[in-house]
């Protein structure tokens, strides 16, 4: 019996668990998009744990953490719209200039092993349940063209595709698309 818990992460076991989350989910959806060797020596189970303790640290950005007893299920960063942001500890650069009053869904992963059970939908819904609390007019997301199961979750979240992309060069010889999906309140 499940027994379901939104945390919003503040120790380092959550930062720890929302980056193996991340990579977890980056190795199973681009196994077949992205080299092997890239996702081995990149995408590591604590890549993220930098990222999320910064966040948390200034504020800026938010996470969520939905856990079953003490096993992570799905997580979620978000905040307000990443208008000038250059490559660091992400894989590339994002600026949303247009969309620098809105909310930024900055990511949203669950575990493999728990994908179609509805863990990232309560995630979701309680991400924008607070972005439109907080007064953002909408909110807006980054997925990649070549993930159609994420196209598909967010577009049944009423996401749609406003026509923006950006090129996401992960290596000399392979290069992804990002896609902008945005959604009014």
Request: proline share 4%; glycine share 8%; net charge negative.
């Amino acid at each position: 019996m499940e027994t379901l818990q939104l945390i919003d992460p503040c120790e380092e076991k959550h930062f720890c668990d929302m980056s193996l989350l991340h990579a977890l989910g980056w190795r199973t959806a681009y196994r077949d998009s992205i080299p092997a060797g890239y996702l081995d020596r990149e995408i590591t189970d604590d890549r993220w744990v930098p990222v999320f303790r910064q966040n948390y640290k200034e504020g800026v950005y938010h996470g969520l953490l939905l856990y079953d007893g003490d096993r992570p299920l799905c997580c979620a960063t978000y905040g307000p719209a990443r208008v000038d942001q250059s490559a660091g500890d992400t894989i590339c650069n994002f600026s949303s200039p247009d969309l620098a009053a809105w909310g930024e869904l900055v990511s949203l992963y669950s575990h493999p092993d728990h994908w179609g059970q509805g863990h990232g939908s309560v995630v979701m819904e309680e991400v924008l349940r607070r972005l439109s609390t907080a007064g953002y007019p909408g909110c807006f997301l980054y997925v990649l063209r070549e993930n159609d199961r994420a196209r598909r979750f967010y577009e049944k979240h009423g996401f749609a595709w406003d026509g923006h992309s950006l090129e996401v060069a992960l290596t000399q010889d392979t290069a992804l698309t990002d896609l902008r999906y945005c959604k009014t309140f």
